[in-house]
């Protein structure tokens, strides 16, 4: 569980069969390659890589023009249950891969990436005749031939269209020569048919360009008679219009036909390219390459059969400059395999710091269970859950593992709070039978409604609120034990002795002080006074019947006083001998006296918010439940269609709320008192593959 333990593997083999040592980690795959410095250029590598990547560029530019999605989406799982199976591939070498991608991808992607050039080529015509289609527009009602104008031997003659407005302006500008004015159209463009000296034709072009209006010409190909120009372009629009939407359905038809073969090669070419992009520049010498990179230590065996050709060595790592950038390489069981994504957005875990992955995995079914709980919608969230990790691919079957076992668990917290859909269990069908005397599973129904929210009594609502906040002491202390082993760890004994370990003492009386004022009934004032001799929530469960409010109270005031004047002492004496904090004694006695009391308050308060969840998600069943029935019930349309409705709008907007409630107390009130992280990942030599399972040959 955590962390594995990692050695550094270094392999020492002729250069020129680097390509066969690159086959042979990619079998291994567990290698997270240590960046050499080295300039050796290996041409055996380079010439597979260039292969590699004209290969895959030539399979992403049809995957992308095609619109593939890399992953089958939530919405494809959930409306059209789409699921694409990984193909077996028999590999031996990359450079095989290679030459068979190289042989296997025209098959593939030959007709699309024609219909893909001719869309693209039929979309640009059909701009360019609207382009000319849009001009002809205006002009498209004068009679003129325009095949004979431009620079003639004695005259200029051009056809020009400007706006209205600059007629005025332009005609003073071209006086002496002759100018047309023909009204077209569209009220703010005017043509002009301009005649003059051959000697004229720069300064007409000049004043013209300034007034942003050029020479109009008809393309060549076309009647030189704008009316028939327009209405060859029209027909010419409509035509490639049509042939554009035959391409999109052949398109569409080629989609569904090549979309699993074409995926499976452009991962294989994917792999291929980024394999040999990460170790194209082994060390060594010109002759020799070196290749180093950190291997889990269980795995040595196994490197070494791989690498058994060539001389490969497996040592610890001891280099100060490895132990640096030493990765971290996840090793959890399955079930706690799925919270890794949590631990991932706060960072990885540094070599020797707890991974907080287990203690997630313990967390965070009861946190969500418990503000989630109802059995029904726990059920429903369940079978989500499992059909995106039955049919998801990569990160989506990892998230839906994780709302799987959320469902599981608001599931397991229904039966405890008793409500399914927001009704009693109890009352419900077949489980009244079964869970009334006599019935199959009487002897568990005591477990049926034991933390109820049945009716929302005030009694009800402190049960609830009494377990949350046990929950959250929980937390809050294993996230305080867990600073003072790292803090003992890292040497920082001062700060450790004078300030992590009082504060856990200074949080606990707190939170004793918070239970004895809870068992008084709220008499704060005189909690210390014998008439008080009822028992204290929580504490007199594990201590014994003597731990009485007074007494307790007591016992919980000495320590929190005695806390505080440690952490005091502590704080001053850190900051005599380190002032570059800016720490001041004032600073110091505030920060204790006012700083840490109410952060132990606000801090455990925070985890309140499990048992309000879980009274806001029953009050909202209970609303929903109540509307069905005054609508008319299961005979009316309306209220079907308000109780249906209603379940799924509280699963999907509670759900996403209790997620996010989750993650806040995980990542806000446990992480941030004690974790540090900020290593970087275990990388391996291969990404995960998601459409296809290498078969390697036996040697």
Request: aromatic share 8%; hydrophobic share 45%; charged share 20%.
């Amino acid at each position: 569980m955590g962390t594995a333990d990692l050695k550094l593997g270094t392999i020492v083999l002729p250069r020129s069969e680097s390509p066969q040592a690159i086959s042979r980690l990619t079998e291994f795959e567990w290698f997270h390659k240590i960046d050499s410095s080295s300039d050796q250029v290996t041409p055996e590598i380079d010439d597979l890589l260039l292969e590699a990547q004209k290969t895959f560029q030539s399979i992403d530019d049809v995957v992308k023009g095609m619109g593939i999605p890399l992953t089958v989406g939530i919405m494809e799982i959930l409306f059209k249950g789409t699921v694409i199976k990984k193909k077996n591939y028999e590999i031996d070498e990359i450079e095989h891969m290679i030459n068979d991608l190289r042989k296997t991808t025209p098959s593939v992607i030959d007709e699309p990436a024609k219909l893909l050039e001719d869309a693209q080529n039929t979309r640009l015509a059909i701009e360019e005749y609207k382009s000319l289609k849009d001009t002809l527009e205006v002009i498209r009602k004068m009679n003129l031939d325009l095949t004979g104008f431009g620079l003639m031997r004695y005259f200029f003659t051009n056809l020009f269209v400007i706006n209205s407005s600059d007629y005025e302006e332009i005609s003073r500008s071209l006086e002496g020569i002759t100018i047309y004015k023909y009204d077209l159209e569209s009220k703010d463009k005017t043509a002009l048919l301009v005649i003059s000296d051959i000697e004229d034709s720069e300064k007409v072009f000049k004043i013209l360009r300034s007034f942003n209006s050029n020479s109009f010409k008809i393309p060549e190909g076309f009647p030189q008679v704008p009316s028939e120009a327009y209405a060859l372009a029209e027909s010419k629009i409509k035509e490639l219009t049509t042939k554009q939407t035959s391409i999109s359905k052949e398109l569409l038809k080629y989609k569904k036909k090549i979309r699993q073969d074409i995926l499976a090669i452009h991962e294989k070419a994917l792999v291929a390219k980024d394999v040999l992009e990460m170790l194209r520049k082994p060390g060594g010498t010109k002759n020799f390459a070196v290749i180093q990179g950190y291997i889990p230590k269980r795995m040595e065996t196994k490197f070494k059969d791989s690498t058994k050709q060539w001389m490969s060595i497996i040592e610890d790592v001891t280099d100060p400059k490895h132990v640096e950038e030493l990765p971290t390489l996840f090793e959890n069981k399955k079930f706690v395999r799925t919270f890794e994504v949590i631990t991932k957005s706060q960072g990885i875990p540094k070599k020797g710091e707890p991974d907080p992955t287990p203690m997630i995995a313990l967390m965070w079914p009861i946190f969500y269970g418990l503000m989630f709980a109802d059995m029904g919608h726990g059920l429903l969230l369940m079978g989500l859950g499992l059909l995106f990790k039955v049919k998801g691919q990569g990160d989506l079957a990892r998230w839906g593992m994780l709302i799987a076992i959320s469902g599981a668990s608001a599931a397991i917290a229904g039966v405890g709070t008793g409500e399914m859909f927001g009704y009693h269990i109890s009352h419900m069908g077949p489980f009244e039978g079964l869970l009334a005397e006599g019935g199959a599973l009487y002897s568990v129904s005591w477990i049926v409604g034991i933390l109820s929210v049945a009716e929302l009594t005030f009694d009800q609502v402190i049960n609830i609120l009494k377990v949350s906040l046990f929950i959250g002491i929980v937390h809050l202390v294993w996230a305080m034990v867990l600073r003072i082993r790292r803090l003992a760890a890292e040497g920082h004994k001062l700060v450790m002795f004078t300030e992590a370990i009082p504060n856990i003492t200074l949080y606990g009386g707190i939170v004793v002080i918070m239970m004895c004022a809870i068992g008084s009934q709220y008499d704060v004032m005189n909690m210390y006074s014998k008439v008080h001799t009822e028992a204290v929530p929580w504490v007199t469960i594990f201590l014994g019947d003597w731990a009485q409010v007074w007494i307790v109270t007591r016992i919980a005031v000495i320590i929190v006083i005695a806390s505080m004047v440690l952490m005091m002492v502590g704080g001053i004496l850190h900051a005599k001998k380190h002032p570059e904090s800016g720490g001041d004694p004032a600073s110091v006695l505030m920060e204790v006296l006012l700083g840490k009391t109410v952060e132990s308050l606000a801090h455990t308060i925070s985890y309140a918010r499990l048992g309000i969840m879980l009274l806001v998600h029953a009050a909202l069943l209970m609303t929903v439940n109540n509307a069905f029935v005054s609508l008319g019930g299961a005979e009316s349309g309306g209220a079907m269609a308000m109780i249906i409705g209603g379940n799924l709008g509280i699963m999907m907007i509670e759900g996403l709320i209790v997620y996010i409630q989750s993650l806040r107390l995980h990542l806000y009130e446990f992480f941030t008192k004690w974790y540090v992280g900020g290593s970087q990942p275990f990388r391996q030599i291969r990404p995960e593959l998601i459409y296809n399972q290498f078969i390697w040959k036996k040697k």
